[in-house]
């Protein structure tokens, strides 16, 4: 916030005008400064006598405040209103408020709304990981992009990623533990050796089967149009922030 100009010169603008004589666009250019300020200051200065400026920012009211108690009561009964629904009380009160009046008086009260993962709601995936990695290009640039499934085709997590070494296997393997918190009951890969690398550092107790059959899962994420083979949009990979392009059919 820029600071206002000071008093000294708002007197002495406002004495040019009114006592002087000087018109507003006059005094504007041998003070320096715009024709409305000029405008301004001389009617404060012929309204109430001085042109200091009004104090500058502060807290704002908040609109809610009158009504305080009967909404920390409601939300002391109902913890889980949302501020739709918070709103639509207040208007079946005769109390019309916009959602940013009710988010500034929550924000006064220090009251938030912290939502759980929808990964920690929903029920525990199963305990069959199946992991491949494909082909993909960001901006012309191949990238790896690493996705694991379940039994049931129920997508657990992806990781793209620029090598597909035992590093990169690593990092996706910490992923997904960290991210599911359990440990599954067999993992389902193909014969890229940075899979076998990763179960042994990470998951040794687990068994691991690897063939390039088994992974036709993953079969179920894609569907044919014509003579293009186009990657499913799952609910979890816009996450990945990336645009996937089509692979082509060899």
């Given at each position: 916030?820029t600071?206002?100009y000071?008093c000294?010169?708002r007197e002495?603008?406002a004495a ?6 000087m018109?507003?666009?006059e ?7 715009s024709?409305?300020s000029v ?7 012929r309204?109430?006598g001085?042109?200091a400026?009004k ?8 609109i809610l405040?009158?009504e305080r108690a009967?909404?920390r009561?409601r939300?002391?009964a109902?913890p889980?209103l ?5 709103r639509?009380e207040?208007?079946?009160r005769?109390i019309?408020?916009?959602?940013g ?7 006064a009260?220090?009251?938030t709304f ?5 990964r ?17 290009r960001?901006?012309g640039?191949?990238h790896?992009?690493w996705?694991?499934v379940?039994q049931?085709g129920v997508?657990?997590d992806?990781l793209?990623?620029p090598?597909r070494?035992a590093?990169a296997a690593?990092?996706?393997?910490k ?15 193909d014969?890229l050796k940075?899979h076998?690398v990763?179960?042994r550092?990470?998951?040794p ?14 079969d179920?994420?894609?569907?044919r ?8 949009r799952v ?9 996937m392009e ?5």
């Amino acid at each position: 916030m820029t600071r206002p100009y000071s008093c000294d010169l708002r007197e002495a603008v406002a004495a040019a005008v009114l006592v002087d004589g000087m018109s507003c666009r006059e005094a504007a250019e041998v003070f320096r400064v715009s024709t409305a300020s000029v405008v301004r200051w001389a009617q404060m200065k012929r309204r109430s006598g001085s042109c200091a400026p009004k104090p500058m920012g502060g807290r704002r009211r908040i609109i809610l405040l009158p009504e305080r108690a009967w909404l920390r009561a409601r939300l002391t009964a109902k913890p889980d209103l949302t501020v739709r629904a918070l709103r639509a009380e207040l208007l079946a009160r005769a109390i019309c408020v916009s959602y940013g009046a009710v988010w500034a008086f929550l924000k006064a009260e220090r009251l938030t709304f912290k939502k759980k993962s929808v990964r920690r709601r929903r029920p525990r995936p199963g305990d069959k990981w199946h992991m491949d990695e494909v082909f993909i290009r960001i901006e012309g640039v191949q990238h790896y992009l690493w996705r694991a499934v379940d039994q049931d085709g129920v997508v657990l997590d992806i990781l793209v990623q620029p090598r597909r070494d035992a590093c990169a296997a690593k990092r996706f393997f910490k992923k997904l533990l960290k991210g599911l918190q359990y440990v599954p009951r067999m993992i389902v890969t193909d014969k890229l050796k940075s899979h076998g690398v990763a179960h042994r550092d990470l998951l040794p107790h687990v068994e691991h089967r690897q063939s390039r059959y088994l992974t036709d899962v993953f079969d179920k994420l894609f569907w044919r149009i014509g003579d293009i083979f186009f990657l499913a949009r799952v609910t979890a990979w816009p996450r990945a922030g990336m645009g996937m392009e089509a692979c082509h059919a060899a």
